[in-house]
């Protein structure tokens, strides 16, 4: 095979942090190449450079043997490079076809792109109307606007960042049999992921980045996912452990629970209802804007319901607001924590008191104790193993994993009695993300209940006793997580969203 | 009280003068906005528009002249708002409100041996026989050639916006910031531009005041009109056109109330001179019900990160 892309020893540094340190790989046409890391490991930033968004210090860049310096995105569409973001680069209030048109040089006039992206779109199975407006579409189907934005532009080398994490399954197989007919075609693939299982299905090579540096390559099909976790943390991965334990009594009911969206692009909840005993992980999955947010909304307290939906411990709580519920037992974290767990420019000490001040007495007659909430956030700190020069430092200083163990932390400290967690790993790397499964379990041993509502299905596999699926804002029946398989879990979280499967 | 000493012919001409400035200024802010940025420095820019377009007319002795260097004075006062704004990071809304202050101040600095001095008028457009057409002729067609292209400008505007690759960009740029500039385009040149475009437009709107509908200079003399076309952009829901009704019922009523004061309606006139103001929002507020149109990335500053 001849290389079509080749990079040799490139390097960037951030003041502070070298990002890529004389990072070298090569891609040939037609290969799907995997390449692996930690948050931080200098995935983004490799492609970046790729693209053009960001310039290397050091090292060159060869296309097809010459050289290869895209000034600009623009210049390295036209030089036959695509890229998929892993968030969406799309414009929620344009249309399908106007989205397109500005990824593209020389954009053809409206109704000559909109037949073009209906014969694409119907060539790789990936159907999609141009007229309608991108907010109103699924993740899914978000994602098919980049796809197919890509496809128009004929890449001979699509990057793809993390594109599956918003998927079902099904979808997920659909995605790898377009993926497989452009590999097919000679389209070289680069294809950014931690999911092991996904890259040793897809991919033909990999490459393994660790701060920064190449650490390894390796044939996904013919190594483990274990083996090929172990060379991106560079250590020995524990499994988190739980004990076998019977559920106790209920403690939080719902009943019907219906309410409309918060904002325009927002999902209604519609009649959602189950029982959440005590000592038992209730695992909720589904793919993202199904309702995620409003039903954490609806249980922390930040939006109140109609009565005689949400009962906890036999009183119904659905008037009352978030620090009533906190004052329950009821506690939240919710998904965002840069201006929804935390605030970025407190200090943890300053975040730590904002929940904490009613459960662990940082307030007496309305004054607050800031020695008690520094030594609250302390007992965080020391018990999550955060990375942090200690309290006084802000929130937005905190790298997403170390940050996501103090605000985790953060409630689990205040013992509660019922625990809702909203995207508990989300962009954490594997040993904190396992520290963090490892407390709610803990947590659950213990005898609270928790709620995990996550995109991750080997998580919420990893962690739940019962397993239960958001689509639209309906929850399907609550059923044993041990057990199910994959192809039962898509169902529940509504199969394939229309989408089929390539057509040449 | 006699309402017929109204001559609606007049009235109708007369209202489509007094709207003229706020079509001026709020387009212009209208496209600034429509890239993510809130200039709530209008009023200032205006002001700084009619006192260098009143001083070049003067000197010059051609109006047209003048309002070419009240396009130029407002753009070029608008670069202070897009350094700070989007070279700096300040604070949008404090830096609107700072320039509109500047601008007051600037502009009774540079206009104070300009007061009293008539500026030479702006002929209307010759239309030749059609202007002769009864009520049409004197109603539309009797007007100075800014008028005409205030109009053509929105026009232009929402063709733009609507129809071309630049208006899809600039509608991007507001929409979502981060993906634009992910897609390669640049936010800060274009949103720099579009500011600029801003302030050559409100300073034409503050030229047609100083220039054409009052005709002289007074300190502070846009009077708030800075203020109604930042809330007629948000209440059109950012609509060209919509902007355009917006505008001439403002003008309308300013011009109705002006009317009734002639004819000495029983009505004090403090409410008369309100009136306009408080119709015109109320109409817009009822109008704008739907407050999905607003760009996505409104008044947030960007910051091109790695």
């Not at chain 2, 009520?135 to 109009?151: Q, T």
């Given at each position: 095979m001849t290389q079509l892309l080749s990079l040799e020893g490139l390097t960037k540094a951030y003041p502070g942090v070298v990002a890529n340190d004389n990072v070298s790989l090569s891609i040939a046409a037609g290969e799907v190449h995997a390449l692996l890391g930690e948050n931080g490991a200098g995935k983004s930033t490799l492609v970046k450079m790729i693209y053009g968004l960001v310039k290397p210090d050091k090292g060159r860049m060869l296309m097809r043997g010459a050289d290869y310096a895209p000034a600009e995105p623009r210049a390295a569409r036209a030089a036959g490079v695509g890229m998929v973001f892993q968030h969406f680069s799309l414009f929620n209030a344009l249309s399908v076809a106007e989205n397109i048109a500005l990824g593209m040089e020389n954009a053809p006039k409206m109704r000559a792109l909109s037949a073009r992206i209906r014969a694409v779109s119907e060539t790789y199975g990936l159907p999609l109307s141009p007229d309608r407006i991108v907010g109103d579409l699924s993740a899914g189907e978000r994602q098919r606007v980049e796809i197919i934005r890509c496809l128009l532009q004929e890449p001979k080398l699509l990057i793809m960042d993390e594109p599956t994490s918003v998927l079902t399954p099904q979808e997920v197989d659909i995605l790898f049999q377009t993926l497989r007919k452009l590999s097919a075609e000679g389209t070289a693939i680069l294809y950014i992921s931690h999911k092991l299982e996904e890259?040793?299905?897809?991919?033909?090579?990999?490459?393994?980045?660790?701060?920064?540096?190449?650490?390894?390559?390796?044939?996904?099909?013919?190594?483990?996912?274990?083996?090929?976790?172990?060379?991106?943390?560079?250590?020995?991965?524990?499994?988190?452990?739980?004990?076998?334990?019977?559920?106790?009594?209920?403690?939080?009911?719902?009943?019907?629970?219906?309410?409309?969206a918060q904002n325009a692009f927002g999902m209604p909840l519609r009649e959602i209802g189950f029982d959440l005993r005590t000592g038992e992980v209730l695992g909720i999955g589904g793919v993202?804007?199904?309702?995620?947010?409003?039903?954490?909304?609806?249980?922390?307290?930040?939006?109140?319901?109609?009565?005689?939906m949400i009962w906890f411990q036999g009183v119904d709580i659905g008037a009352l607001r978030p620090t009533a519920r906190r004052a329950l037992g009821l506690l939240a974290a919710p998904e965002e924590r840069l201006g929804h767990a935390a605030v970025p420019d407190m200090t943890l000490t300053e975040n730590a008191m904002l929940t904490g001040a009613a459960r662990e007495r940082l307030e007496r007659h309305g004054l607050l104790d800031w020695n008690a909430a520094k030594r609250f956030a302390n007992n965080i700190i020391e018990r999550f193993d955060v990375r942090t020069p200690g309290p006084g430092a802000t929130a937005r200083s905190l790298s997403g994993g170390n940050l996501q163990k103090f605000v985790i932390g953060r409630e689990v400290m205040q013992r509660p009695e019922v625990l809702v967690v909203n995207q508990p790993t989300w962009g954490v790397d594997a040993s904190a993300?396992?520290?963090?499964?490892?407390?709610?379990?803990?947590?659950?041993?213990?005898?609270?209940?928790?709620?995990?509502?996550?995109?991750?299905?080997?998580?919420?596999?990893?962690?739940?006793?019962?397993?239960?699926?958001?689509?639209?804002?309906?929850?399907?029946a609550t059923r044993p997580a041990l057990g199910l398989d994959v192809a039962e879990i898509g169902e529940m979280m509504g199969g394939t969203h229309g989408m089929e499967v390539a057509h040449v | 009280m006699d309402l017929s000493a109204i001559n609606p012919v007049l009235f109708i001409a007369g209202f489509l003068v007094a709207a003229t400035p706020l079509i001026f200024a709020a387009i212009g802010e209208l496209v600034v906005e429509r890239t993510g940025v809130l200039n709530l420095g209008v009023e200032g820019m205006?002001?700084?528009?009619?006192?260098?377009?009143?001083a070049v007319a003067v000197e010059t002795g051609s109006p047209l002249a003048g309002f070419a260097a009240a396009a130029i004075g407002g753009a070029v006062i608008s670069l202070l708002f897009a350094f700070l704004t989007q070279v700096m990071l300040a604070n949008q809304v404090a830096s609107g409100l700072a320039l509109t202050l500047f601008g007051l101040g600037l502009s009774a600095l540079l206009g104070q041996s300009y007061v009293g001095i008539k500026p030479p008028r702006l002929g209307d457009v010759d239309f030749g026989p059609l202007a002769d057409i009864p009520v049409i002729g004197p109603v539309l067609?009797?007007?100075?050639?800014?008028?005409?292209?205030?109009?053509?400008?929105?026009?232009a505007v929402w063709v733009v916006l609507r129809f071309t690759r630049l208006g899809l960009i600039l509608r991007a740029v507001g929409e979502n910031h981060d993906a634009a500039h992910a897609l390669g385009y640049k936010v800060v040149r274009i949103r720099t531009a579009a500011i600029m475009f801003g302030g050559a437009c409100a300073g034409l709107g503050g030229a047609y005041i100083s220039l054409i509908r009052v005709p002289q200079w007074t300190e502070g003399m846009t009077a708030?009109?800075?203020?109604?076309?930042?809330?007629?952009?948000?209440?059109?829901?950012?609509?060209?056109?919509?902007?355009?009704?917006?505008?001439?019922?403002?003008?309308?009523?300013?011009?109705?109330?002006?009317?009734?004061?002639?004819?000495?309606?029983?009505i004090p006139v403090e409410y008369l001179a309100m009136s306009p103001y408080v119709i015109t929002i109320v109409v817009l507020v009822i109008l704008s019900a739907d407050r999905t149109a607003a760009p996505g990335s409104l008044g947030r500053n960007f910051h091109a990160s790695s």
């Amino acid at each position: 095979m001849t290389q079509l892309l080749s990079l040799e020893g490139l390097t960037k540094a951030y003041p502070g942090v070298v990002a890529n340190d004389n990072v070298s790989l090569s891609i040939a046409a037609g290969e799907v190449h995997a390449l692996l890391g930690e948050n931080g490991a200098g995935k983004s930033t490799l492609v970046k450079m790729i693209y053009g968004l960001v310039k290397p210090d050091k090292g060159r860049m060869l296309m097809r043997g010459a050289d290869y310096a895209p000034a600009e995105p623009r210049a390295a569409r036209a030089a036959g490079v695509g890229m998929v973001f892993q968030h969406f680069s799309l414009f929620n209030a344009l249309s399908v076809a106007e989205n397109i048109a500005l990824g593209m040089e020389n954009a053809p006039k409206m109704r000559a792109l909109s037949a073009r992206i209906r014969a694409v779109s119907e060539t790789y199975g990936l159907p999609l109307s141009p007229d309608r407006i991108v907010g109103d579409l699924s993740a899914g189907e978000r994602q098919r606007v980049e796809i197919i934005r890509c496809l128009l532009q004929e890449p001979k080398l699509l990057i793809m960042d993390e594109p599956t994490s918003v998927l079902t399954p099904q979808e997920v197989d659909i995605l790898f049999q377009t993926l497989r007919k452009l590999s097919a075609e000679g389209t070289a693939i680069l294809y950014i992921s931690h999911k092991l299982e996904e890259i040793r299905a897809l991919c033909d090579a990999a490459t393994i980045l660790r701060g920064g540096k190449v650490v390894g390559t390796c044939v996904p099909s013919e190594t483990t996912a274990r083996e090929m976790a172990e060379m991106m943390v560079g250590a020995v991965l524990k499994v988190p452990t739980r004990a076998g334990k019977v559920p106790g009594e209920t403690v939080l009911k719902l009943e019907g629970l219906s309410a409309p969206a918060q904002n325009a692009f927002g999902m209604p909840l519609r009649e959602i209802g189950f029982d959440l005993r005590t000592g038992e992980v209730l695992g909720i999955g589904g793919v993202a804007g199904n309702g995620q947010d409003e039903l954490l909304a609806a249980l922390s307290g930040e939006m109140t319901v109609k009565p005689g939906m949400i009962w906890f411990q036999g009183v119904d709580i659905g008037a009352l607001r978030p620090t009533a519920r906190r004052a329950l037992g009821l506690l939240a974290a919710p998904e965002e924590r840069l201006g929804h767990a935390a605030v970025p420019d407190m200090t943890l000490t300053e975040n730590a008191m904002l929940t904490g001040a009613a459960r662990e007495r940082l307030e007496r007659h309305g004054l607050l104790d800031w020695n008690a909430a520094k030594r609250f956030a302390n007992n965080i700190i020391e018990r999550f193993d955060v990375r942090t020069p200690g309290p006084g430092a802000t929130a937005r200083s905190l790298s997403g994993g170390n940050l996501q163990k103090f605000v985790i932390g953060r409630e689990v400290m205040q013992r509660p009695e019922v625990l809702v967690v909203n995207q508990p790993t989300w962009g954490v790397d594997a040993s904190a993300a396992a520290a963090i499964r490892q407390a709610l379990l803990d947590l659950a041993e213990q005898g609270a209940a928790v709620i995990v509502i996550s995109q991750d299905l080997d998580e919420l596999m990893e962690v739940s006793d019962r397993f239960a699926a958001l689509n639209e804002g309906r929850l399907s029946a609550t059923r044993p997580a041990l057990g199910l398989d994959v192809a039962e879990i898509g169902e529940m979280m509504g199969g394939t969203h229309g989408m089929e499967v390539a057509h040449v | 009280m006699d309402l017929s000493a109204i001559n609606p012919v007049l009235f109708i001409a007369g209202f489509l003068v007094a709207a003229t400035p706020l079509i001026f200024a709020a387009i212009g802010e209208l496209v600034v906005e429509r890239t993510g940025v809130l200039n709530l420095g209008v009023e200032g820019m205006m002001i700084a528009g009619a006192i260098c377009g009143f001083a070049v007319a003067v000197e010059t002795g051609s109006p047209l002249a003048g309002f070419a260097a009240a396009a130029i004075g407002g753009a070029v006062i608008s670069l202070l708002f897009a350094f700070l704004t989007q070279v700096m990071l300040a604070n949008q809304v404090a830096s609107g409100l700072a320039l509109t202050l500047f601008g007051l101040g600037l502009s009774a600095l540079l206009g104070q041996s300009y007061v009293g001095i008539k500026p030479p008028r702006l002929g209307d457009v010759d239309f030749g026989p059609l202007a002769d057409i009864p009520v049409i002729g004197p109603v539309l067609l009797s007007h100075d050639l800014m008028l005409y292209a205030a109009l053509a400008l929105v026009i232009a505007v929402w063709v733009v916006l609507r129809f071309t690759r630049l208006g899809l960009i600039l509608r991007a740029v507001g929409e979502n910031h981060d993906a634009a500039h992910a897609l390669g385009y640049k936010v800060v040149r274009i949103r720099t531009a579009a500011i600029m475009f801003g302030g050559a437009c409100a300073g034409l709107g503050g030229a047609y005041i100083s220039l054409i509908r009052v005709p002289q200079w007074t300190e502070g003399m846009t009077a708030g009109v800075g203020w109604i076309a930042l809330a007629l952009v948000v209440f059109a829901s950012w609509k060209p056109l919509r902007l355009l009704i917006g505008a001439y019922l403002f003008g309308g009523l300013v011009q109705l109330q002006l009317n009734l004061q002639a004819v000495g309606v029983a009505i004090p006139v403090e409410y008369l001179a309100m009136s306009p103001y408080v119709i015109t929002i109320v109409v817009l507020v009822i109008l704008s019900a739907d407050r999905t149109a607003a760009p996505g990335s409104l008044g947030r500053n960007f910051h091109a990160s790695s």
